[in-house]
C-alpha cells in the first residue's frame, strides 16, 4: 500500500468531517454536495479526509446517498504534518472585510494555529462573521492539504485579549516606534509565538503602554509601510522562516 | 522646514504624475479628481507626489482647476527609500485574476521591483489587462507610500522569458524537486534576485530542465503546499527578510 505521504503527491480530494466513527467517516452537508454533484466521485474511489484536529484518515467511498456520503477508513495519520512551534495572532478585522479573508486565507496556507480578532481604539470594524470566515479558513486548511484547522476565537477587546493568560513568545508589531527590531531578529525558532497586529490607525500609545505592561515586546517588521492585512501574513511568514 | 521623512509621518496625501516640469507638478485625470472631489484639497494644501520612478516632490497646491490641479514644488528627494536589491518575479498569472491582482498588491506593499507575466505549458491563464494592473500597483504604491512604481512587463512565454539576458541570481521555485533548499538559504543579500513562480499546475519537466540550463537554481518556498500567488509574495518577502 501507498503511504499517506506519497498519495498525497497526486490528485486526491481532500475533505473535512467532524463525523468520524472507528471504521467509518460520514461526510455531510457541502461536504457531501461536492463529492457527489462537482467532483462526481464513485464507490471505490479514494479520498484524504481531515477532522481538522490534526488526524489525517485515507478513506474508501463505501457508500453514496442523496445527501450524504460514506467513506471507510483505511489509514489514520495522527498529527500530520505537525509544527514544533505554534503561531498565534491576534489581529484588528480590517474595515474591508475581504482583506482581513485574505488574511486568514493566506495565514491558513502559510501555517498558523490560532487567530484572536480583536477590537482596538483605531478600529473601524466591530463586527464580524465567524461562520463565514470560518468557511474561509476550511477551504484553505483542505486546499493546502492540512490536517489541522486554525482556530478562529471569538472577537474580543484589546484589554481583555493581553490580559490572558499567556506563555508563548509575545510581540506587538507597532509601526512608529522608534527602538523597531525585526521581528526575525527577535522571535526564537521551535518556540510558540503570539503577535500583535493593530487596525489601519494603528495601536494607540496607551494601547502600547498596556501591552507592554503585560509582557509583549515590540518589534518591526521591515522599513515598508504595510496594510494590517500584509502585516499579519508578514508575522505569521516571519516565524515560519525563522524555523526554517 | 520639517523633513519630508518628518512630514511623511503624518497623512499627508501621495499623488502620481508624470507631467513634473522644472518648480510646478501637473495633477491630471483620476489624481485631480481625487484631489479635488474626495479629499476636497485647497490651495496652500501641501502633498506628496512622486513621478513613480523614484522621485519624492513635497508640493504645496497652488491652483485648482475643473481637470487639474497645479502643484509648486517646495523639496524634491531623489531615490526616496532606494534599495540595495532588487526583486524581480516572473510569475504565470493565476486563471482568478483577483489572485493575481491581490500578489501585484501585496508585492508591490512589499516592495517589488520587476513583475514578468509568464505563459508556462500549465498555464490556464493567457491573457491579462495591464491597463487595470497598473493601476492596482499605482495605488498600491501611493498607499504604502513608495516612489518607484514596479514595472509590470508584457506577459511572455516561459521560454522567451529564460532566455533573456539576465545578470541577477536566478531561481526557480519548484514544488516537487527533491532537494528544495529553502530561498532564504540560497539567495545573498544586497544582491538582485529572479524568482521564477509557476502556475497552478506548476512548471513541467521540461520548462525546469529548461530553466536549468539557462543557469537557474532550484529553491524551495518552505513545506507548506502554497498557491501561485502565495508563493510569490513568500518569495518576494523572504529576499527582503535575507536583506534585514
Known sequence: MLSLYQRNKGQMHWFYSQNIKKDEILLENEEAQHALKVLRLHTGD??????????????????????????????????????????????????????????????????????????????????????????????ATKQSQKAQIPSLEPLMKFQDFISLENQSQKFIAYCDYEINTHLIHLAKAKSDCTILIGPEGDFSPDELKSALNMGYQTCGLGPERLRTETAGIIACNAIHFINQ
Open 46 to 139: 479514494h479520498v484524504h479526509v481531515t477532522d481538522g484536529l490534526g488526524n489525517l484518515f485515507l478513506c474508501e467511498i463505501s457508500h453514496l446517498e442523496k445527501k450524504a456520503v460514506r467513506a471507510r477508513i483505511i489509514e489514520k495519520k495522527e498529527k500530520y504534518k505537525a509544527r514544533d512551534f505554534k503561531i498565534h495572532i491576534a489581529i484588528a478585522p480590517t474595515k474591508n472585510i475581504s482583506r482581513f479573508e485574505w488574511f486568514l486565507e493566506k495565514c491558513t496556507e502559510i501555517g498558523i494555529d490560532r487567530i484572536n480578532p480583536i477590537i482596538c481604539k483605531h478600529s473601524e470594524r466591530k463586527i464580524i462573521k465567524p461562520a463565514r470566515l470560518n468557511k474561509i479558513i476550511i477551504a
